[in-house]
DNA sequence: TCTGGTTAGTAAATTGTATGAACTAATGGG
DNA sequence: CCCATTAGTTCATACAATTTACTAACCAGA
């Protein structure tokens, strides 16, 4: 399961710097403040090598000095921390409902973004409408004068392991597009890298990536919208995503939970979107496609047969995570996507659910947290920025 | 999902230097017969550095060489082999059933092995039971005269990510044991590495690394036997077992293919190991737990309540490979296991589930390979001593 | 206010790695 | 027999991290 961010096989000099020069980077971002001989002490390099490092970094707009550390005796340490003033990564997400990019800096701030609420078309159409609006993020005054890394696109199907190319979207109805190449030809985007990104494994970068708080050793991102995707991350200072051969990894969704259940539209029965996904809701509760789930759930209220459906849909929800966690054993499990704005009626049956039916196997071990995203809008779309710095980052 | 065969995050010139001659190593290992040229080609290092690395390889029994090359024009190169004559590797698998022992040459052949149907009682009985049969093993003349690398244990339960400690083995009864020690305090064993593994992980590993044929990127194991567990396996040079928060990466058993199923021994109902598994077969066919399950089923011949039997587990089992599939997406499914001595009428309907129920998004992708592994009685103990292989190129 | 202890960070000399250019070695074709 | 071609080695060079020694900055206590 190839993937851009491990360190390469073999190496010379210039690799070598160049992966302390990630790792100490990566050391930062995830124990922001540390001093120079912090990093020393956490890296193994010695303090002389990082000392020459943190220059260059600071000279190259990645890290800023803060304040002097305060622990008595000795020479106070100077804080280091990312630099969240002069660089910035653009990320867009091409998802079935509509468009969203944000443009963010080193720390994974939202400096900018935009949220257009049009379906695609066509897979051409859609690159020149994107391609306008990134025109219009990128003359947003609050990302002005800053250097930008590069672009990362999220979208709604599985890319290909070996090429940046979306090999299916099912929502869309395309097939093998080589999206960026559309997009690049409606417009000199910016600079520097660009990426395609599955539109989970996007999210979970970027949940990872920028995770607030102490980093979890790996997370599984679970996408629950129109339908339920999954992304896998882990790795301390270079994350990895398995993507698998065919870049299918996470297609959970399809794994099946009631063999001989209800007509998938993967051709399958039984599967886990026939019961719990945006359309497997639609269909039970007859809203119609064009319709806003959310709203038209809030609008019927209390009705026993919305309570009856969104408590079913939980139960699947929840059995799908134990199930997802009997197989990949994450630290964190994050579930997020538009079926979130649903609410408590949703995923309240479906932790229930994930934390009635722990065997003795889970029990015994520590519980594994999980952290509901309620609003997802921009996950996907920072997370594919977070891609581009974590590329920038080791190439540099 | 921490691993010890990732390169280090951040490295000084020796870790340069051994990752680079690990490097080397691994692409002679996974391409057998490379001159110096073909390898300075493949891995991107010059002539030279390959040259001097290999020189020290050789020396050092890792390498020898081989005939000359035979393409027209210019100097032949020489072949490069593993070194199949100076090292061994130690592996031992304690079985539910029994005790297995293996010593392997760096090609993964077995040169020595020892099998012993003694169920194993307690941890400490058991470790000296095995510290005698160690002794036995490297008595062996097949490796008489060979430098011995470590050794591998594989013991049929989680073991802790942070640390070698058996957390689980649900049939033995065992909660929490540091076996390894155990196991130094009976015998003064070899020197060198000391590793304890999942029988499953082991397993995995070992087919991996060992591949006869293209090595592919990533691999599943599913282990069938008493239990249901599962190893994965990828990477190029540094093959990776994701091991998950706690160890349990792979307890698909305890997935839940029909919920509110039967009660399985984990506390949930409706797993994977109540409708495929030994004890399963057991319980439906009624076979007392101490005798042999394949012994009684051909005993018991076409009976139709046999052939039922074996047809729906064999169901459970093609249905399991699918949801691993939409998972983990790997390169290959391999499946081994006591259970494959049951022969066709398991395994069949197994894979004709498997080909019968893959869906449009797997159908568009190429096929993915299944291999089954008919007699797997020293697999995992052979996938140990390739984990001990894999580490001691890493570090020499 | 000064002095000694302590930790942070920098500078210079040293070590050891891969590199590149130039070499020798070995083969086949004309 | 010579030459083109490819394999492998030798040796001077570049360069990254280290080691050692230094300066910088702060605190506590006299």
Same mark, same amino acid.
């Given at each position: 399961?190839?993937?851009?961010?491990?360190?390469?096989?073999?190496?010379?000099?210039?690799?070598?710097?160049?992966?302390?020069?990630?790792?100490?980077?990566?050391?930062?971002?995830?124990?922001?403040?540390?001093?120079? *001989?912090?990093?020393?002490?956490?890296?193994?390099?010695?303090?002389?090598?990082?000392?020459?490092?943190?220059?260059?970094?600071?000279?190259?707009?990645?890290?800023?000095? &803060?304040?002097?550390?305060?622990?008595? &005796?000795?020479?106070?340490?100077?804080?280091?921390?990312?630099?969240? !003033?002069?660089?910035?990564?653009?990320?867009?997400?091409?998802?079935?409902?509509?468009?969203?990019?944000?443009?963010?800096?080193?720390?994974?701030?939202? =400096?900018?973004?935009?949220?257009?609420?049009?379906?695609?078309?066509? +897979?051409?159409?859609? @690159?020149?409408?994107?391609?306008?609006? =990134?025109?219009?993020?990128?003359?947003?005054?609050?990302?002005?004068?800053?250097? %930008?890394?590069?672009?990362?696109?999220?979208?709604?199907?599985?890319?290909?392991?070996?090429?940046?190319?979306?090999?299916?979207?099912?929502?869309? &109805?395309?097939?093998?597009?080589?999206?960026?190449?559309?997009?690049?030809?409606?417009?000199?985007?910016?600079?520097?890298?660009?990426?395609?990104?599955?539109?989970?494994?996007?999210?979970?970068?970027?949940?990872?990536?920028?995770?607030?708080?102490?980093? +979890?050793?790996?997370?599984?991102?679970?996408?629950?919208?129109?339908?339920?995707?999954?992304?896998?991350?882990?790795?301390?200072?270079?994350?990895?995503?398995?993507?698998?051969?065919?870049?299918?990894?996470?297609?959970?969704?399809?794994?099946?939970?009631?063999?001989?259940?209800?007509? %998938?539209?993967?051709?399958?029965?039984?599967?886990?979107?026939?019961?719990?996904?945006?359309?497997? #809701?639609?269909?039970?509760?007859?809203?119609?496609?064009?319709?806003?789930?959310?709203?038209?759930?809030?609008?019927?209220?209390?009705?026993?047969?919305?309570?009856?459906?969104?408590?079913?849909?939980?139960?699947?929800?929840?059995?799908? =995570?134990?199930?997802?966690?009997?197989?990949?054993?994450?630290?964190?499990?994050?579930?997020?996507?538009?079926?979130?704005?649903?609410?408590?009626?949703?995923? &309240?049956?479906?932790?229930?659910?994930?934390?009635?039916?722990?065997?003795?196997? #889970?029990?015994? *071990?520590?519980?594994?947290?999980?952290?509901?995203?309620?609003?997802?809008?921009?996950?996907?779309?920072?997370? !594919?920025?977070?891609?581009?710095?974590?590329? @920038?980052?080791?190439?540099?």
């Amino acid at each position: 399961m190839p993937n851009s961010f491990t360190p390469q096989a073999a190496g010379d000099l210039n690799y070598l710097k160049s992966l302390n020069r990630s790792t100490i980077l990566s050391t930062v971002r995830r124990n922001p403040g540390l001093s120079r *001989a912090d990093i020393a002490l956490q890296t193994g390099l010695t303090k002389a090598t990082v000392g020459g490092v943190v220059q260059i970094l600071l000279e190259q707009g990645w890290l800023r000095e &803060g304040e002097l550390h305060a622990r008595g &005796g000795g020479r106070p340490g100077r804080a280091l921390h990312l630099d969240d !003033a002069h660089h910035c990564m653009l990320g867009a997400e091409v998802g079935v409902k509509g468009l969203r990019l944000v443009a963010c800096n080193l720390l994974g701030e939202i =400096l900018a973004s935009l949220h257009r609420e049009e379906p695609p078309t066509t +897979p051409e159409a859609t @690159a020149r409408r994107l391609a306008e609006l =990134l025109g219009e993020l990128r003359d947003d005054p609050a990302i002005a004068g800053r250097s %930008c890394l590069g672009l990362g696109v999220a979208v709604p199907g599985p890319v290909s392991p070996q090429a940046p190319i979306l090999r299916l979207a099912p929502n869309l &109805g395309w097939v093998d597009i080589d999206f960026l190449a559309l997009l690049r030809a409606e417009c000199r985007g910016p600079e520097g890298i660009w990426l395609l990104e599955n539109e989970a494994n996007a999210a979970a970068f970027g949940e990872f990536y920028f995770f607030d708080g102490a980093p +979890p050793e790996s997370i599984a991102y679970i996408s629950a919208g129109s339908g339920i995707g999954c992304g896998v991350v882990s790795g301390d200072h270079f994350p990895v995503i398995p993507r698998g051969r065919q870049g299918l990894v996470g297609e959970i969704g399809h794994t099946v939970l009631q063999p001989g259940g209800a007509l %998938c539209h993967c051709g399958n029965r039984g599967c886990a979107e026939t019961l719990v996904s945006g359309w497997a #809701l639609r269909e039970a509760l007859k809203i119609d496609s064009r319709a806003s789930l959310s709203a038209s759930v809030s609008a019927r209220g209390d009705e026993a047969e919305v309570q009856a459906a969104l408590a079913r849909a939980g139960d699947a929800l929840g059995l799908l =995570l134990l199930n997802l966690h009997h197989t990949l054993n994450p630290s964190m499990l994050i579930v997020g996507g538009s079926l979130m704005r649903l609410g408590a009626r949703l995923i &309240g049956p479906a932790l229930s659910y994930f934390d009635a039916h722990q065997n003795d196997l #889970l029990r015994q *071990a520590q519980a594994v947290p999980v952290k509901v995203v309620e609003d997802s809008t921009f996950t996907a779309a920072r997370g !594919a920025a977070a891609q581009v710095m974590a590329r @920038a980052a080791v190439a540099l």
